[in-house]
């Protein structure tokens, strides 16, 4: 069997209040909790952990298929099967009773739309980023959560992620995959912000690439955002370039819809862009290097959705 070291008390972590370590939450979750502990605005989330994981994969595993499928790794047709079997068996009772639980907790707090998303061990890491890898679902309702965290623990072993692994000498054996699962922020617009240049490496320059709407189609490469890129002591903008005006991912009250980019010019006002600005700095200042951050800009205010080391991995 590919077991993982669980490192949590138990099948749900509440992000600002984790009690385990990374080895239970992943990276995602452990970035998402520190920025809240540190005070800044995160979306309200738990994190169904690695223990939740394991145990679903050990219910699974009395299935010869899936320890036969697992030895035989990273051929493809072992990679198909336990995709299916990690994805289409129910979860255990206890599992579900805990993620519900959880959930209930965010439906009394109103949040009604949500997002489930990867947080595999050693994702968003300095050392290997995943980026994009993992599944991301977003506009759920409650009800939908319990098979998107399924279809998102079984992304553990897409073709991406498996080839991913195998480019950089990453182990197959004793992978592992814990899942956030956040209220959805009804983002105007969307951001993901380099605190040292991407390119050049300058480290008195930033860079922000923005989209109206959710971020999903910018991280996944099917719109071209608009690129700004920022002098750090003055907060000038040094270059402009504008993305495309293409289609957009906007939340609705059914969930999430694509639509035609609904604005023309920046997708930032200057305001907007200059908070995100001062922000991106401030938490740069307290990981205490340069930074890759992920917000969605909703209710006039900026949330953080992620923060990592910055990696070209």
């Keep these: 069997m590919n077991a993982s070291v669980t490192a949590s008390p138990g099948p749900i972590e509440w992000l600002g209040s984790v009690r385990g370590s990374v080895e239970g939450i992943g990276g995602k979750a452990a970035s998402l909790d520190r920025l809240a502990r540190l005070g800044f605005l995160v979306p309200p989330g738990f994190c169904v952990t690695t223990s939740a994981f394991d145990a679903h994969l050990s219910g699974v595993a009395d299935r010869a298929p899936l320890r036969d499928a697992l030895a035989a790794l990273p051929a493809e047709e072992a990679r198909t099967a336990v995709v299916h079997l990690v994805r289409e068996t129910p979860a255990p009772a206890s599992v579900c009773?805990?993620?519900q639980a959880a959930l209930g907790r965010l439906i009394e707090a109103g949040e009604l739309s949500l997002a489930v998303r990867s947080s595999a061990i050693g994702e968003d890491g300095s050392t290997a980023s995943y980026a994009g890898l993992h599944d991301t679902e977003l506009g759920l309702a409650a009800a939908d959560v319990e098979a998107a965290v399924r279809r998102c623990w079984s992304s553990l072993w897409s073709s991406a992620a498996v080839a991913y692994r195998k480019r950089r000498s990453l182990?197959?054996?004793?992978?592992?995959?814990?899942v956030v699962v956040q209220a959805l922020v009804p983002a105007d617009a969307a951001a993901v912000v380099f605190t040292r240049h991407p390119v050049t490496g300058r480290d008195d320059q930033l860079v922000v690439n923005a989209v109206r709407g959710l971020g999903e189609p910018m991280v996944s490469g099917t719109a071209t955002p608009d690129t700004y890129v920022v002098d750090?002591?003055?907060?000038?903008v040094l270059e402009f370039s504008g993305g495309d005006d293409g289609e957009r991912l906007v939340a609705t009250d059914g969930g999430v819809s694509r639509v035609a980019d609904p604005a023309r010019g920046p997708a930032l006002e200057e305001a907007v862009l200059r908070d995100l600005v001062a922000l991106s700095l401030e938490v740069e200042r307290a990981f205490g290097s340069p930074v890759d951050i992920e917000a969605a800009f909703a209710r006039d205010r900026w949330y953080l959705l992620q923060a990592r080391p910055i990696t070209t991995v």
């Design 171 to 178: 182990p197959l054996e004793g992978a592992a995959m814990a």
């Design 97 to 99: 009773a805990a993620i």
């Design 232 to 236: 750090k002591a003055s907060g000038d």
